[in-house]
């Protein structure tokens, strides 16, 4: 029997490509119609920024326990990203602001991985820049470090009630080889639909600060902290997770001799979620 010639077997395999690259492209505009409904729905244009963090987290957790096969996790992630984030654009145009002073490729990765090129972006050199740039803009998004800068406590910018808010922390699921890793905080004036309350972020002042009051605030929460003021004050970014509350974290700091001044609500953000090595996806520390 004569074998069979590869020719006709690619052609068959590319026209598979192109009727999937092309449903593929239909669903997108489909999902556009479907979309041009929602802003109806959720009335976009009158109450500012479109974005819905903990929706978008809970999709990007979806994505990643579906996922299989031979693409990589990375592309599919950063694909349905820029799907949501420009289909956000569309709702109610934004920019995205973005503190360069810790490195700029690595919040430019990040800013271009989460939401894709058509969503406007605008550096600054510190925290207080970007702040500063939602003052003036309805539905702008600002792109901070968490892990914190050399600039001090940025967060306490966002004490006062009318003032933006913490609304999300990127990548929504981390892992050990993230593209786009850099840990930021999502900085907006929040829709009240928009607020997330998994993990609660709290901007605390203290004097007192002392190894022991680090250790112990740091076995119930995430600590980010700044000097502020007198020789052992502090400032402190406290993110507390669900199942804890601010109350243990300062009768801690307390119990660890330090003294609260102040702890003001400043945002809050879904649980954090990790993929194992094994490719399941945990809760980030467990
Ligand atoms: O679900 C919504 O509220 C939407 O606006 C849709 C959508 C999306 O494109 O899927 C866009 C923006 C939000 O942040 C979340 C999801």
């Not at 505009?29 to 920024?49: C, F, H, N, P, Q």
């Not at 004490?159 to 999300?168: G, H, M, N, T, V």
């Not at 990548?171 to 593209?179: K, L, S």
């Not at 900085?187 to 309350?197: E, K, N, Q, S, W």
């Amino acid at each position: 029997m004569e074998a069979k010639a590869p020719v006709p077997s690619l052609a068959a395999l590319r026209a598979e490509i192109d009727r999937i690259d092309e449903a593929m492209h239909r669903l997108l505009m489909e999902r556009g119609d479907i979309i041009a409904r929602l802003i109806e729905v959720k009335r976009t244009a009158e109450t500012g920024s479109a974005f819905r963090p903990a929706r978008e987290a809970e999709m990007m957790r979806r994505l990643v326990e579906r996922h299989r096969g031979i693409l990589p996790l990375d592309t599919a992630e950063s694909i349905l990203r820029v799907i949501i984030a420009t289909f956000t654009y569309v709702q109610a145009p934004y920019r995205v602001h973005a503190d360069l002073s810790t490195g700029e490729a690595a919040m430019r990765d990040s800013a271009r991985f989460h939401f894709g090129f058509t969503v406007p972006f605008e550096g600054h050199l510190g925290a207080a820049g970007v702040i500063r740039a939602l003052d003036g803009a309805h539905g702008d998004l600002g792109l901070v470090p968490a892990a914190g800068t050399a600039a001090g406590a940025w967060w306490a910018a966002l004490e006062a009630a009318d003032a933006p808010k913490i609304i999300a922390r990127l990548p929504f699921v981390e892992r050990a080889d993230h593209p786009a890793g850099l840990p930021v905080f999502a900085i907006a004036r929040p829709h009240p639909d928009a607020l997330v309350t998994e993990v609660r972020l709290h901007s605390v002042r203290v004097s007192g600060w002392s190894l022991k009051a680090a250790q112990a605030a740091g076995m119930l929460a995430e600590v980010v902290s700044a000097p502020d003021g007198a020789f052992d004050g502090a400032a402190l970014l406290v993110s507390v997770p669900a199942g804890r509350t601010i109350d243990e974290v300062v009768a801690a700091l307390i119990g660890a001799g330090a003294s609260v001044r102040s702890q003001t609500l400043v945002g809050g953000h879904a649980t954090r979620y990790t993929v194992s090595a094994e490719g399941a996806l945990v809760p980030t520390g467990h």
